[in-house]
C-alpha cells in the first residue's frame, strides 16, 4: 500500500524507490539491502519501522465530504466531481462528473446501492454507483447545498442548504414533500440510522431533531458536530472541545470528556460503537469508551492541514472508521489518510521518534553542497545551519524576524545572511554577528524574495514585476515585468530568475547578468519543469527526477510525501521539506551519472 502508486506506474522503481524507503528494521530492507548498494541512498530521514498510515492518497485541489462504504469511498471535490477510491489499493476507480459546482457533501445510501450529493451549484443529484450516472436530480434550493442524508429505508432525501432551509426528497418522484424553515445556514442534516421517520440538523451551533412532517422533537442542545453509532442507540457531538456520548432519543449522557487542542473538531463512532475518533485541527485522537472513564489509546499526526473542509464552520465528514481497527481521515492538505489502530508507532513523515531540537514550522530552505550545510529559517526567527550527511544541527541563531516576514538565507563568503521583507523595507542581516547590514525598500504588493545562489543579488516577487538589488549596496540591478499570471516560489541561478506561470503552463526566465542593461528574457523552459538545470521535474503532485536528454525517469518519491514546501537542488544533492517540522536529504550520486 505504501508504494503501489509507484511500483504500478514503473515496476522498475521497486529498486529505485520503493526499497530505499522501507524502513531500515524491515524484513524486507535487511533482505534486499545489499541490491540497493548501487542505487539512490537515503541519507537522512528513513524511518526505523512501518508507521501507523498505512497509506496516503493524494487528491489534488480542494477536498470536501467523503462516504465510506463496502472498501470505497467517494470523495466530493472542489472541482465538481466526486472521485471513487478503492481502500484497499487506494486508487482511483471511478469519477463521477455532473456537478457544475463544488460538491460539498456526498453520502452512500444504507443499501450502498445509491450515492447522494449535495452541490455549490445548488441541486442534489442521486447516483447509481454500479454505472456512475445520474438517477435523478432534485432542484429547489436557491443556495449551496451543504448537507445530504438519505434514510434507513432508502425512500428520502433530507438536504440543509445555506439559504435557510431543510428540504425533505421523495426518491421515487424526486418531488419536494416537507421544506423546514430555520434561522440560518443549514450545516448539517441526517436521518437516524435504524428510524426513517426522524432526523437531526445542525444550525447556529444548535443541534435540532425533527420528524418527516417538520416537526420539531424535544429541545435544542449545543453542537457543532455530531454523529450516530452504526446501531443507532448513542451518538457523540463535539461543541468547544467537550465531547458528549449520550442517548439520542432520550438525551441522557452516557459519558464525555474534554479535549484542550485545536478549534476545529469532527467526531465518529468505530462500527462496534467501542470507540471514538476525534478530529481537532490536523490530529486525529481515539478514545476507548468502553469502560466508565474514556481512554485515550491514539493519536495520529501527519496531515500538514486541518482534518476538515475548506469551509471550517460546515458540518463535513472527514473522518470515518473503516472496520474497529483502522481510520480514514481527509484534509484540506488534499491527501487522504488510512490509519491502523493498535500500534504504538507513529506516521513516520508527521511524528519523528526522537528529535534534538524543538523545531517550529520552517518557513525557508537552502541547501548549500559545496559547503555542505543545509540552512533553515522557522516561524520563530530562528536560523539553523545543519550538515547535508548525518542531518545534525551545527548552529542555531535567533534573528528579529516575524513568523510572516518572506526570507530568505544563504552563506556568502563565510558570512551567513538573512533577508527578509518587513513593514516597507528589505532587511539584510548578518546572523552570526546580529547586525543590521542594509535597509532597502520595500515595493508595494509583495509576494516572495530570494538570494542568488552566488550570493550576488536579491530577488523580489512583487505585484507583476520581478525586482534584483546588489545585496551589499542595496543598488536596483534590474526589474522585468513578469505579468499577473505568476506563482510562487522564484527559482535562481546566479544572475538567472526564474517564475512559473501557472495559466500558460511553462517556465519565464530572464537574466540580470549585465549590469546597466534591461535584463534578458530567456526561452520558455519544460512544463512542470521545477529547477532550470533540467533534470528535476514535477509531476501530478509527486516529485520525480527525470534525465531529460533520455526522457528516463531515474527516481520518483513514494506518494505519501506529496507536495514539499520547499527544495534546494544542486545536482547531486535534493532537500526538500515535506512538513513543518521535517526535511529530507537525498544523494543522488549513484544514479545520475
Not at 443529484?125 to 447545498?145: M, R
Not at 484534509?331 to 490509519?339: C, P, V
Request: glycine residues 8%.
Amino acid at each position: 500500500m505504501e508504494h503501489s502508486d509507484t511500483i504500478y506506474n514503473s515496476p522498475s522503481h521497486i529498486y529505485h524507490s520503493a526499497l530505499p524507503f522501507s524502513p531500515s528494521s524491515s524484513w524486507l530492507y535487511k533482505s534486499y539491502s545489499a541490491e540497493l548498494l548501487q542505487e539512490v541512498q537515503i541519507v537522512k530521514g528513513l524511518p526505523a519501522e512501518w508507521g501507523t498510515c498505512l497509506c496516503t492518497v493524494l487528491v489534488g485541489g480542494q477536498v470536501y465530504e467523503f462516504s465510506y462504504q463496502n472498501n470505497t469511498i467517494a470523495v466530493g471535490s472542489g472541482s465538481g466531481d466526486i472521485i471513487i477510491f478503492n481502500t484497499i489499493t487506494g486508487s482511483e476507480t471511478a469519477v463521477l462528473s455532473g456537478h457544475t459546482g463544488p460538491v460539498q457533501s456526498v453520502t452512500y445510501s444504507p443499501d450502498g446501492i445509491s450515492l447522494a450529493s449535495g452541490s455549490w451549484d445548488n441541486t442534489v443529484k442521486l447516483w447509481d454507483v454500479q454505472t456512475g450516472g445520474v438517477v435523478k436530480t432534485f432542484y429547489g434550493h436557491t443556495s449551496i447545498v451543504y448537507s445530504v442524508s438519505v434514510s434507513a429505508d432508502c425512500t428520502r432525501i433530507a438536504s440543509g442548504s445555506r439559504d435557510h432551509t431543510i428540504r425533505l426528497w421523495d426518491i421515487q418522484t424526486g418531488e419536494c414533500h416537507c421544506v423546514i424553515n430555520q434561522e440560518d445556514r443549514v450545516e448539517h442534516v441526517s436521518f437516524f440510522p435504524t428510524d426513517p421517520q426522524h432526523l437531526l440538523s445542525i444550525c447556529e451551533d444548535k443541534v435540532r431533531q425533527w420528524d418527516i412532517d417538520g416537526h420539531q422533537i424535544g429541545h435544542a442542545y449545543d453542537g457543532s458536530h455530531v454523529a450516530f453509532s452504526s446501531d443507532g442507540t448513542q451518538s457523540v457531538s463535539c461543541y468547544r472541545g467537550v465531547v458528549k456520548v449520550q442517548n439520542p432519543s432520550s438525551g441522557v449522557i452516557v459519558t464525555e470528556f474534554q479535549i484542550d487542542d485545536g478549534v476545529f473538531y469532527r467526531c465518529c463512532f468505530s462500527p462496534d460503537s467501542r470507540l471514538i475518533a476525534v478530529a481537532c485541527d490536523n490530529t486525529a485522537y481515539v478514545w476507548d469508551i468502553t469502560s466508565s472513564t474514556p481512554n485515550l489509546i491514539e493519536t495520529f499526526v501527519g496531515h500538514t492541514q486541518e482534518i476538515n473542509s475548506l469551509l471550517r464552520t460546515q458540518h463535513i465528514t472527514s473522518l470515518v472508521f473503516s472496520s474497529p481497527s483502522s481510520l480514514i481521515s481527509t484534509s484540506e492538505d488534499g491527501s487522504i489518510k488510512f490509519w491502523q489502530i493498535g500500534s504504538s508507532l507513529k506516521d513516520p513523515l508527521g511524528a519523528p521518534k526522537s528529535i534534538s531540537l524543538t523545531l517550529d514550522n520552517i518557513r525557508s530552505i537552502t541547501l548549500q553542497a559545496k559547503d555542505g550545510i543545509i540552512i533553515t529559517s522557522d516561524s520563530d526567527g530562528v536560523v539553523r545551519t545543519w550538515d547535508t550527511f548525518t542531518g545534525l544541527c551545527k548552529a542555531s541563531f535567533q534573528t528579529p524576524v516575524k513568523y510572516d516576514d518572506k526570507r530568505d538565507a544563504q552563506l556568502i563568503n563565510g558570512k551567513l545572511i538573512l533577508c527578509w521583507c518587513a513593514y516597507e523595507e528589505i532587511n539584510i542581516w548578518d546572523t552570526e554577528k546580529e547586525e543590521l547590514l542594509l535597509k532597502i525598500d520595500k515595493p508595494n504588493e509583495f509576494w516572495n524574495l530570494k538570494i542568488s545562489d552566488d550570493g550576488s543579488r536579491v530577488f523580489c516577487l512583487a505585484g507583476e514585476f520581478i525586482h534584483a538589488w546588489s545585496i551589499w549596496t542595496g543598488e536596483r540591478v534590474g526589474m522585468v515585468k513578469a505579468g499577473d499570471d505568476i506563482s510562487l516560489p522564484l527559482t535562481v541561478d546566479s544572475s538567472k530568475v526564474w517564475a512559473w506561470n501557472y495559466s500558460e503552463g511553462y517556465y519565464k526566465g530572464w537574466d540580470f547578468g549585465t549590469p546597466g542593461l534591461s535584463p534578458i528574457q530567456l526561452p520558455r523552459t519544460t512544463p512542470y519543469r521545477l529547477h532550470p538545470n533540467g533534470t528535476i521535474l514535477w509531476r501530478n503532485h509527486l516529485l520525480r527526477i527525470e534525465d531529460t536528454r533520455i526522457g528516463k525517469v531515474a527516481f520518483q518519491l513514494p506518494k505519501r510525501y506529496g507536495r514539499p514546501r520547499g527544495v534546494g537542488w544542486n545536482g547531486q544533492y535534493l532537500v526538500a521539506c515535506f512538513s513543518p517540522t521535517e526535511v529530507l536529504i537525498l544523494d543522488f550520486s549513484h544514479i545520475l551519472k
